[in-house]
């Protein structure tokens, strides 16, 4: 019997538009298509502040991932070992972000929206590990169905859980980008973390809440099986129908395949 051997790497694209109504772009992203790890963040806090501190975060947790695995013997990183690894870079972007806040009285009370995605493999498949603090979002597209991977860190999903409220009610409700989680808020991150298994023909979509404002999960599934396989054209597409929709906030969009 043969076993599959995963050999290719997982490319990730992106793009990221300032929108119809935003004076600045404050989101950011990095691709490390060698290191596997794709970051997306969205900034907020006056002034330059959310510019900066996503900034900091897309740049930061590459770093530190990339200095903690240059130190590693074995070609494969279990995913408990990854998972760890993603905390204490999310940990120390939290960190860099509240100290330069301190310093800095008109970076005072900046903060970032994180969504991390690693992908590492086993000698027969491969796992993708999510780490994430707000509202920006982690998607699954397999076999023409999308499905959301992370769960918003808002108040408006904290009074879903209760069912305090409808999901109809929180599309309009006035406190719905209401954050409980971000990194540079609180003295420590404390991030949400999964790992799951992924097959060779998935796509992986990254995005900050300026798409998924102005479009509902099945638009964007719609879009992307319209588009897939082509992470480029798709990107485009959810870009610009964001803001044929209004374009309310600055769109980021990533997307990760294997090539």
Not at 37 to 57: N, P, R, Y
Not at 199 to 217: A, E, F, H, V, Y
Request: aromatic content about 4%.
């Amino acid at each position: 019997m043969t076993s599959t051997q995963p050999s290719d790497n997982w490319i990730g694209v992106g793009l990221t538009d300032i929108g119809l109504v935003r004076k600045l772009n404050q989101d950011a992203f990095s691709l490390d298509n060698t290191l596997q790890l794709w970051v997306l963040a969205d900034g907020m806090g006056g002034h330059a502040g959310g510019e900066v501190a996503s900034q900091i975060a897309v740049e930061t947790i590459p770093h530190v991932i990339r200095t903690q695995l240059s130190t590693e013997t074995s070609p494969y990183v279990q995913p408990d070992q990854l998972e760890s690894l993603l905390c204490q870079a999310l940990e120390s972007a939290n960190q860099t972000i509240r100290k330069e806040a301190a310093e800095d009285e008109r970076l005072k009370g900046m903060g970032t929206t994180i969504v991390v995605v690693a992908i590492t493999r086993s000698p027969t498949a491969y796992q993708a590990s999510v780490a994430h603090a707000g509202d920006s979002r982690a998607y699954l597209f397999r076999q023409g169905t999308l499905s959301l991977w992370t769960k918003d860190h808002t108040l408006m999903e904290e009074r879903l859980a209760l069912n305090l409220i409808t999901p109809e009610e929180v599309r309009t409700h006035p406190l719905r980008h209401v954050l409980t989680k971000a990194l540079g808020i609180e003295p420590q991150a404390q991030p949400t973390i999964h790992t799951y298994p992924i097959d060779p023909s998935d796509l992986i979509l990254l995005c900050s809440d300026g798409l998924t404002k102005m479009l509902t999960d099945q638009e964007i599934q719609t879009i992307v099986g319209q588009e897939a396989p082509h992470p480029e054209a798709i990107c485009r597409k959810l870009v610009a129908t964001a803001n044929r929709l209004g374009g309310e906030d600055n769109t980021t969009v990533m997307l990760i395949g294997l090539h």
